[in-house]
C-alpha cells in the first residue's frame, strides 16, 4: 500500500535532486528520507530512482508515481480542509424529517437559530409521519428525524437501537365550534363528546381517537378524516363536527370559528428527535438537536415537558 507520506518525500527527492536536500525541505534528516524511500520501493515492487554518484533520477515508474502524487496529494488535502470545515461547523449538512406540526412549529425556530449560529451548515426538511420517517432514519435516507409516540405506545415502540432525545410532551385538546355547547367550559371528558360527529386526523392520530374513545366506552362516529390539520380546524369551525388534535397542531395553525377545550383526563405524545448513535458524534447533526431541544423549550411556558438529559 502507498502511503501519503511516502509520496511527499518522493516528490520531494524528485524536485531537490538529493536525499540530503529533500530532508531539509521536508524538515527531517538524510537518513530518514533514504529509510521512507526505500520502503515506498518496496511497497511498489520496482526501483523508482537511479543513484549515480552524487546525482539521482527517477526511473519510469519513479516518474509515473511522480506525475500522479501531485493529484493524489492535493485531493487529500481538499479532503482534509473539507474534513476540518465539517468539524468545525463550518461546512456540513442535515437531511431532517418531521411530522406536519412539528416542522411548522419547533423546526423554523430551530433552524433560523441553527443558521444564525452556523452560516455553513445546510439542512433540508421532508416530512413523513412516524413510524415512516423512523424507517426512513433506518435505512439512511435521513440524519434526524422529529417524530412522537403516544404515552400508551411507548411500550411497544421500537427505538431501542436509536439515540432519543425527549423535547416535550404534548398534551391532546379538544376542538369545538365556538357556539358549541361546550365551548365555554374549563375542560371536557372525551365521554362529554360521545354523541358528536367527529373529524379524525392523520391515520396514527385516527387509531388512538378511536384507542381513547373505546377506553371511555363509546365508538367516534367519524364523518371526515384529513391529514391536513387547517381542514380539520376549518371542518370543525363550520358546524361540522369535533375533533381531538395535539396542541402542537393547534398552535400551528391558529384556528378561528373554533374553541380548544381541556380535555380531561389527559391524554398525551412524547415528541422526541431521533438520529442513529453514529450520526449523534457527527457535528451538525448534534448541534441540530440542541436547537430542537432549545426550541421546544421555548414552547408555551405552561406546557408540561419531559427534563432534558441531565436534569431531573
Not at 39 to 52: D, H, K, N, Q, Y
Not at 174 to 203: Q, T
Request: one cysteine or more; charged letters at 20%.
Amino acid at each position: 500500500m502507498i502511503e501519503a507520506r511516502h509520496l511527499r518525500v518522493l516528490r520531494a527527492v524528485a524536485t531537490t535532486g538529493s536525499f540530503s536536500a529533500a530532508g531539509r525541505e521536508l524538515g527531517c534528516t538524510q537518513p530518514a528520507v533514504s529509510q521512507q524511500m526505500k520502503a515506498l520501493e518496496a511497497s511498489v515492487g520496482t526501483p523508482l530512482l537511479i543513484r549515480s554518484g552524487r546525482e539521482m533520477r527517477l526511473t519510469q515508474a519513479g516518474e509515473a508515481l511522480v506525475r500522479h502524487a501531485a493529484g493524489i496529494l492535493s485531493g487529500l488535502t481538499a479532503a482534509e480542509e473539507e474534513v476540518a470545515a465539517i468539524a468545525g461547523l463550518r461546512a456540513g449538512r442535515v437531511r431532517l424529517v418531521s411530522f406536519p406540526s412539528g416542522s411548522s412549529t419547533l423546526v423554523p425556530t430551530a433552524l433560523a437559530a441553527l443558521r444564525a449560529a452556523h452560516p455553513g451548515t445546510r439542512v433540508s426538511l421532508e416530512e413523513a409521519e412516524p413510524p415512516a420517517s423512523v424507517e426512513l432514519l433506518r435505512a439512511g435516507d435521513c440524519d434526524l428525524a422529529l417524530a412522537f409516540r403516544y404515552e400508551r405506545a411507548a411500550a411497544v415502540e421500537e427505538w431501542d437501537d436509536l439515540v432519543v432525545r425527549p423535547l416535550l410532551t404534548d398534551r391532546l385538546v379538544a376542538l369545538v365550534p365556538e357556539r358549541h355547547r361546550l365551548a365555554s367550559a374549563p375542560s371536557v371528558a372525551i365521554g362529554d363528546l360521545a354523541g358528536e360527529p367527529w373529524i379524525a386526523g392523520c391515520p396514527r392520530c385516527r387509531g388512538q381517537l378511536v384507542e381513547v374513545c373505546e377506553g371511555a366506552g363509546f365508538t367516534p362516529r367519524i364523518d371526515f378524516a384529513t391529514d391536513d390539520y387547517p381542514a380539520v380546524v376549518g371542518l370543525v369551525a363550520a358546524g361540522l363536527g369535533v375533533a381531538v388534535l395535539p396542541q402542537l397542531a393547534v398552535e400551528s395553525v391558529r384556528p378561528r370559528g373554533a374553541r380548544t377545550v381541556t380535555l380531561e383526563p389527559a391524554v398525551r405524545r412524547e415528541i422526541v428527535a431521533l438520529t442513529l448513535p453514529d450520526l449523534a458524534q457527527v457535528p451538525a447533526v448534534a448541534a441540530t438537536l440542541e436547537q430542537l431541544a432549545h426550541a421546544s423549550a421555548r414552547q408555551e411556558p405552561g406546557r408540561p415537558r419531559r427534563p432534558q438529559p441531565g436534569q431531573k
